[in-house]
């Protein structure tokens, strides 16, 4: 995805009114934990980068996510016996959009993804 064709100082300009608060996605949850744009897309506003499951995994823990999550029904989302707890992050959890349950492709999995 090429982000350079986004405008990054637009939707910067939203957060500061107060908008990005009520965008779908998990990058107003981080916004209102405190966790700043350039955590997720490095520190060159003019040049943003796409973050990559590296990006997620140097905060979240994969294995403690994986052990956190153990309970939920009908299966652990982050360990499955197809991918283990290797699936990239962006296949559920979207940025700026409503998430998604990647496993129901194929399956019928009452996910709450935020
Ligand atoms: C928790 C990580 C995270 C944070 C924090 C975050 N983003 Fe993103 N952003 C993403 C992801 C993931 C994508 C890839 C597309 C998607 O999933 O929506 C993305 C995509 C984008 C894009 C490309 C256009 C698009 O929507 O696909 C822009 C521009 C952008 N983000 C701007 C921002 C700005 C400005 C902030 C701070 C207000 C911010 N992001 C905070 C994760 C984050
Ligand atoms: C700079 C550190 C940092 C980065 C990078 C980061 N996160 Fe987070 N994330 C946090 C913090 C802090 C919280 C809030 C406390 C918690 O739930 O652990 C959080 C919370 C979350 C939540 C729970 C949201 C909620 O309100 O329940 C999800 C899901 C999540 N992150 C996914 C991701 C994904 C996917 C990425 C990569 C695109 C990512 N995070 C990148 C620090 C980070
Ligand atoms: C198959 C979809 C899927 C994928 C892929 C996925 N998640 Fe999740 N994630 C979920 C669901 C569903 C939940 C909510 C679980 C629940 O009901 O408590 C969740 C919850 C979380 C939480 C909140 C955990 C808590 O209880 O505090 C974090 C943080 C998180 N995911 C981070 C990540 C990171 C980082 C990655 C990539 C390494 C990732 N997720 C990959 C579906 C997914
Ligand atoms: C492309 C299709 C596809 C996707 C996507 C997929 N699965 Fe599956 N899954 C299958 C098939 C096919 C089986 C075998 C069905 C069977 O024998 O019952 C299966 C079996 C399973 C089983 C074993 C069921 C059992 O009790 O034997 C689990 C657990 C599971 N999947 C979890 C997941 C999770 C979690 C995700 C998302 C992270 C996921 N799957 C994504 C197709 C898929």
Same mark, same amino acid.
């Given at each position: 995805m090429k982000?350079?064709?986004?405008?990054f100082?637009?939707? +910067?300009?939203?957060?500061?009114?107060?908008?990005?608060a009520? #965008? *779908?996605g998990? !990058?107003s949850?981080? /916004?209102?934990?405190g @966790?700043a744009?350039? +955590?997720?897309h490095?520190?060159?506003?003019a040049?943003?980068? #796409? *973050?990559?499951? !590296?990006?997620?995994t /140097?905060?979240h823990? @994969?294995?403690a996510?994986?052990a956190?999550?153990?309970?939920?029904?009908?299966?652990?989302?982050?360990?499955?016996?197809?991918?283990?707890?290797?699936?990239?992050?962006?296949?559920c959890?979207?940025?700026?959009?409503?998430?998604?349950?990647?496993?129901?492709?194929?399956h019928d999995f009452d996910?709450?993804?935020?």
């Open positions: 982000l350079k064709n986004f405008c100082g637009l939707l +910067a300009g939203t957060l500061a009114a107060g908008v990005f009520a #965008e *779908p998990i !990058a949850l981080h /916004g209102e934990k @966790v744009c350039e +955590a997720c490095g520190p060159d506003k040049n943003p980068t #796409e *973050p990559t499951t !590296a990006t997620c /140097g905060c823990d @994969v294995k996510l994986v956190k999550t153990a309970g939920v029904k009908p299966n652990n989302p982050h360990m499955s016996p197809h991918y283990q707890d290797q699936l990239d992050c962006t296949n959890h979207r940025g700026h959009e409503e998430s998604e349950n990647f496993c129901n492709q194929c996910f709450k993804v935020k």
